[in-house]
């Protein structure tokens, strides 16, 4: 299947369609997803630090590139910088570890992974707890960290910078003070969350856009201790029902389809060869306008990922989130 792309502010292409790696830790879970995957034709593969799966992902890398299956300059590899690693002498230990993690030279596009820095523990990367909770790091800014990563940009270790989780202005004034100009933004999108405001600051800027929990990431009440999130399930909304019976297609591809038909790049995760293969199986169809439209205008409106472990952070950065809306629970790495 051949996967449509956008171009970055660099020059590069972004694919509009890759794998989400979030919550797989598992090395023969990860290793059968990501051959199922490459062997697809995916070529982006998301991780993070913060998702202790960069290890895996690099064998798996290796053996493609090494054995001829797969040319590096063919992949596109996203990772992002940890909330506890924002800190200027933070950066580059940071980034050189996950290289070395990944087995790679380069990153394609690096991410800032969410706009609040935390402090981590003295000698580790670990988030440094006080009574229970994270600690904010005040000192930081969103420049401070973006001038470490664009040195990491000008030593070629770092293809393209982005951010995640960032509000629109957030975004913005990034943008405005940057040397090397952010290429891509990484957020929570789909039918229920549709960002329109975010993507249309996104469309003046020139920056590309991807889509986190495309699905509404129906497994991620496995990543909290008491399961608590707000309600929502795409997949279940009977007008992606209907369109799924209309087009021969299942819910998935709908929603899938429906973000890069809009040039949004999507990065469902799945461990399921046979839904890895469903889900890249999406560039062969079109949705009409009506289509379009009925999808993009589904009447329920929900943030499914509401990042309350940072509410109440000076650099948080969503209007509509406080202490009153958020349920708590407490936070959990991975
Ligand atoms: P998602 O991709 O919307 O949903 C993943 C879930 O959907 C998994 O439980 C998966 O189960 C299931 N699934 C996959 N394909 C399916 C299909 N065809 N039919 C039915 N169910 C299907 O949610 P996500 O994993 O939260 O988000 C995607 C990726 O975005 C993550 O993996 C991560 O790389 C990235 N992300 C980034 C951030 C950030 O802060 N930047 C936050 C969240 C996610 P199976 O595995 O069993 O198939």
Same mark, same amino acid.
């Given at each position: 299947?051949?996967?449509?792309?956008?171009?970055?502010?660099?020059?590069?292409?972004?694919?509009?369609?890759?794998?989400?790696?979030?919550?797989?830790?598992?090395?023969?879970?990860?290793?059968?997803?990501?051959?199922?995957?490459?062997?697809?034709?995916?070529?982006?593969?998301?991780?993070?630090?913060?998702?202790?799966?960069?290890?895996?992902?690099?064998?798996?890398?290796?053996?493609?590139?090494?054995?001829?299956?797969?040319?590096?300059?063919?992949?596109?590899?996203?990772?992002?910088?940890?909330?506890?690693?924002?800190?200027?002498?933070?950066?580059?230990?940071?980034?050189?570890?996950?290289?070395?993690?990944?087995?790679?030279?380069?990153?394609?596009?690096?991410?800032?992974?969410?706009?609040?820095?935390?402090?981590?523990?003295?000698?580790?990367?670990?988030?440094?707890?006080?009574?229970?909770?994270?600690?904010?790091?005040?000192?930081?800014?969103?420049?401070?960290?973006?001038?470490?990563?664009?040195?990491?940009?000008?030593?070629?270790?770092?293809?393209?910078?982005?951010? =995640?989780? $960032?509000?629109? !202005?957030?975004?913005? %004034?990034?943008?405005?003070?940057?040397?090397?100009? &952010?290429?891509? @933004?990484?957020?929570?999108?789909?039918?229920?969350?549709?960002?329109?405001?975010?993507?249309?600051?996104?469309?003046?800027?020139?920056?590309?856009?991807?889509?986190?929990?495309?699905?509404?990431?129906?497994?991620?009440?496995?990543?909290?201790?008491?399961?608590?999130?707000?309600?929502?399930?795409?997949?279940?909304?009977?007008?992606?029902?209907?369109?799924?019976?209309?087009?021969?297609?299942?819910?998935?591809?709908?929603?899938?389809?429906?973000?890069?038909?809009?040039?949004?790049?999507?990065?469902?995760?799945?461990?399921?060869?046979?839904?890895?293969?469903?889900?890249? =199986?999406? $560039?062969?169809? !079109?949705?009409?306008? %009506?289509?379009?439209?009925?999808?993009?205008?589904? &009447?329920?409106? @929900?943030?499914?990922?509401?990042?309350?472990?940072?509410?109440?952070?000076?650099?948080?950065?969503?209007?509509?989130?406080?202490?009153?809306?958020?349920?708590?629970?407490?936070?959990?790495?991975?």
């Amino acid at each position: 299947m051949t996967v449509d792309s956008v171009p970055l502010n660099t020059g590069a292409k972004l694919p509009l369609f890759g794998l989400g790696t979030w919550q797989v830790k598992d090395e023969t879970e990860l290793t059968v997803a990501l051959r199922a995957a490459l062997d697809g034709g995916y070529r982006i593969i998301d991780t993070a630090h913060l998702y202790q799966n960069e290890h895996i992902i690099g064998e798996v890398l290796h053996e493609y590139i090494s054995s001829g299956k797969i040319k590096r300059e063919e992949l596109f590899i996203t990772s992002k910088l940890p909330f506890v690693a924002h800190a200027p002498e933070d950066v580059a230990n940071c980034v050189e570890s996950q290289l070395k993690a990944l087995k790679l030279d380069y990153i394609d596009l690096y991410l800032i992974h969410c706009p609040c820095p935390f402090k981590h523990q003295e000698g580790n990367l670990l988030p440094l707890l006080e009574d229970g909770k994270l600690v904010f790091d005040e000192k930081t800014s969103h420049m401070d960290t973006w001038k470490e990563l664009e040195k990491l940009y000008h030593a070629k270790k770092l293809r393209a910078l982005g951010v =995640s989780n $960032f509000s629109a !202005k957030q975004l913005e %004034e990034l943008y405005n003070q940057a040397e090397v100009k &952010p290429s891509n @933004i990484q957020v929570e999108c789909h039918i229920y969350w549709p960002q329109e405001h975010l993507r249309s600051v996104c469309k003046k800027l020139g920056v590309t856009f991807t889509a986190y929990a495309p699905l509404g990431s129906p497994g991620r009440k496995a990543a909290r201790p008491d399961g608590v999130w707000p309600e929502g399930d795409p997949l279940l909304e009977p007008v992606v029902q209907q369109l799924a019976a209309k087009y021969h297609k299942t819910a998935a591809q709908i929603l899938i389809r429906h973000l890069t038909q809009h040039g949004i790049s999507a990065i469902p995760k799945s461990i399921s060869p046979d839904r890895i293969i469903e889900n890249i =199986s999406t $560039f062969d169809f !079109k949705l009409s306008d %009506e289509d379009m439209h009925a999808l993009d205008t589904v &009447p329920t409106r @929900i943030r499914l990922f509401i990042f309350d472990f940072a509410v109440g952070h000076p650099l948080f950065p969503h209007d509509d989130v406080d202490e009153t809306t958020t349920p708590k629970s407490g936070f959990k790495l991975h």
